[in-house]
């Protein structure tokens, strides 16, 4: 399937016309991008470009996600760019404007992560003209309204989208030959390490990483997970650790091993279930049932120990963690009659680990 670029890219693109108009060079239709990951320069075309004053141009781009469903198809990708003459400032700062999510645990964080700045650092840096500095906004009018159709807010961005990736290429998780590729990444990795880390998204390789978590270590399975784990018992891994989402590791534990809304969700009737058997009262568990996502039902349980003095959150994120590593080994023993050790991490939307399964608590001690 042929692929796009990511936001980053083109929000690169943006900042490159743009400067390149500063300095007054001729105008052509496309500028051209150095990757970085992968090591590869493209060509992106510019939808705009003009000057608002002597030290200040803007520039447009438009996404171009490739050829598979992205709600950032043509969504237009501004990116102005001013000179700075404060003698204090970095040589490129960069700043998030209309459209760009901030982080809710810190509303005065932009969305704006590490490879789009490194992506734009390290392109627009060799053509300043020195001693010059520059101040870089980018804009994504649209932001705000695509955000809603995100879960974005789950992983505690809000009023925008942000700039998150590895890679200027789109690797649509969707699709089939994604899966293959992914498999075949678990068995190169089978054969350097007996233990290894399943991360569904760039979310959770994040908070992998910044927990400490060998990177090479790190595999991530998109929604497939059933797939992976039994791909994994094939290939003789000793033992799994699943670090992710609870709106998403939780569908595991009611036995739903592909993790894509649009197959099989349950994770509120799921939820509920674990609740009940622990003998939480029923106007709460009327509560949990009927909230629009999990996020919201963990809020719920944390409010009522927070009230009550009571441990809630602890007693049925316990049960789920254990569930979740019991139901995957069996999973993986009826398809292979291998026997694994998993584990299991899950984490809020605030990127905040709400539990640590028994087993996990062990495997990390191999895995940092």
Same mark, same amino acid.
């Given at each position: 399937?042929?692929?796009?670029?990511?936001?980053?890219?083109?929000?690169?693109?943006?900042?490159?016309?743009?400067?390149?108009?500063?300095?007054?060079?001729?105008?052509?239709?496309?500028?051209?991008?150095?990757? #970085?990951?992968?090591?590869?320069?493209?060509?992106?075309?510019?939808?705009?470009?003009?000057?608002?004053?002597?030290?200040?141009?803007?520039?447009?781009?438009?996404?171009?996600?490739?050829?598979?469903? /992205?709600?950032?198809?043509?969504?237009?990708?501004?990116?102005?760019?001013?000179?700075?003459?404060?003698?204090?400032? /970095?040589?490129?700062?960069?700043?998030?404007?209309?459209?760009?999510?901030?982080?809710?645990?810190?509303?005065?964080?932009?969305?704006?992560?590490?490879?789009?700045?490194?992506?734009?650092?390290?392109?627009?840096?060799?053509?300043?003209?020195?001693?010059?500095?520059?101040?870089?906004? #980018?804009?994504?009018?649209?932001?705000?309204?695509?955000?809603?159709?995100?879960?974005?807010?789950?992983?505690?961005?809000?009023?925008?989208?942000?700039?998150?990736?590895?890679?200027?290429?789109?690797?649509?998780?969707?699709?089939?030959?994604?899966?293959?590729?992914?498999?075949?990444?678990?068995?190169?990795?089978?054969?350097?390490?007996?233990?290894?880390?399943?991360?569904?998204?760039?979310?959770?390789?994040?908070?992998?990483?910044?927990?400490?978590?060998?990177?090479?270590?790190?595999?991530?399975?998109?929604?497939?997970?059933?797939?992976?784990?039994?791909?994994?018992?094939?290939?003789?891994?000793?033992?799994?650790?699943?670090?992710?989402?609870?709106?998403?590791?939780?569908?595991?534990?009611?036995?739903?091993?592909?993790?894509?809304?649009?197959?099989?969700?349950?994770?509120?009737?799921?939820?509920?279930?674990?609740?009940?058997?622990?003998?939480?009262?029923?106007?709460?568990?009327?509560?949990?049932?009927?909230?629009?996502?999990?996020?919201?039902?963990?809020?719920?349980?944390?409010?009522? /120990?927070?009230?009550?003095?009571?441990?809630?959150?602890?007693?049925?994120?316990?049960?789920?963690?254990?569930?979740? /590593?019991?139901?995957?080994?069996?999973?993986?023993?009826?398809?292979?009659?291998?026997?694994?050790?998993?584990?299991?991490?899950?984490?809020?939307?605030?990127?905040?680990?709400?539990?640590?399964?028994?087993?996990?608590?062990?495997?990390?001690?191999?895995?940092?």
């Amino acid at each position: 399937m042929p692929t796009g670029y990511t936001l980053p890219v083109f929000a690169c693109a943006s900042a490159i016309a743009a400067l390149h108009h500063l300095h007054r060079d001729s105008r052509s239709e496309t500028v051209e991008v150095n990757l #970085i990951q992968p090591p590869k320069t493209v060509k992106i075309e510019i939808e705009q470009v003009a000057l608002i004053d002597n030290n200040t141009a803007i520039a447009i781009t438009k996404s171009d996600p490739g050829d598979h469903l /992205d709600i950032t198809r043509h969504t237009p990708i501004w990116a102005k760019v001013s000179f700075c003459n404060d003698s204090a400032a /970095d040589l490129i700062t960069i700043e998030g404007g209309e459209g760009i999510g901030k982080q809710s645990s810190n509303e005065n964080k932009t969305a704006i992560y590490s490879y789009a700045r490194k992506l734009i650092e390290e392109n627009l840096t060799p053509l300043l003209h020195p001693p010059e500095k520059i101040i870089i906004t #980018i804009i994504l009018p649209e932001g705000k309204r695509l955000a809603k159709r995100t879960s974005n807010e789950a992983f505690g961005v809000v009023e925008g989208l942000s700039l998150l990736g590895t890679t200027g290429i789109v690797q649509p998780l969707v699709a089939p030959d994604r899966l293959e590729t992914f498999q075949n990444q678990i068995q190169e990795k089978a054969a350097l390490f007996d233990e290894l880390v399943f991360c569904i998204g760039e979310n959770g390789i994040d908070l992998a990483q910044k927990s400490g978590i060998d990177p090479q270590k790190i595999i991530k399975t998109a929604n497939w997970l059933g797939s992976m784990l039994v791909t994994a018992g094939i290939a003789e891994v000793k033992s799994i650790l699943l670090f992710g989402y609870h709106g998403k590791l939780i569908k595991l534990a009611g036995g739903i091993f592909h993790t894509h809304n649009h197959l099989a969700d349950g994770r509120l009737e799921i939820l509920t279930a674990y609740c009940a058997k622990l003998g939480l009262p029923q106007e709460y568990l009327k509560q949990i049932f009927d909230c629009p996502t999990t996020e919201n039902a963990l809020d719920i349980l944390r409010e009522l /120990d927070l009230t009550n003095n009571t441990k809630w959150v602890e007693k049925v994120y316990g049960q789920l963690g254990e569930a979740i /590593d019991f139901k995957s080994r069996e999973y993986i023993r009826k398809y292979t009659e291998k026997k694994l050790c998993v584990g299991s991490i899950v984490f809020d939307r605030r990127r905040e680990i709400i539990h640590k399964s028994n087993n996990a608590l062990l495997l990390l001690t191999k895995l940092c």
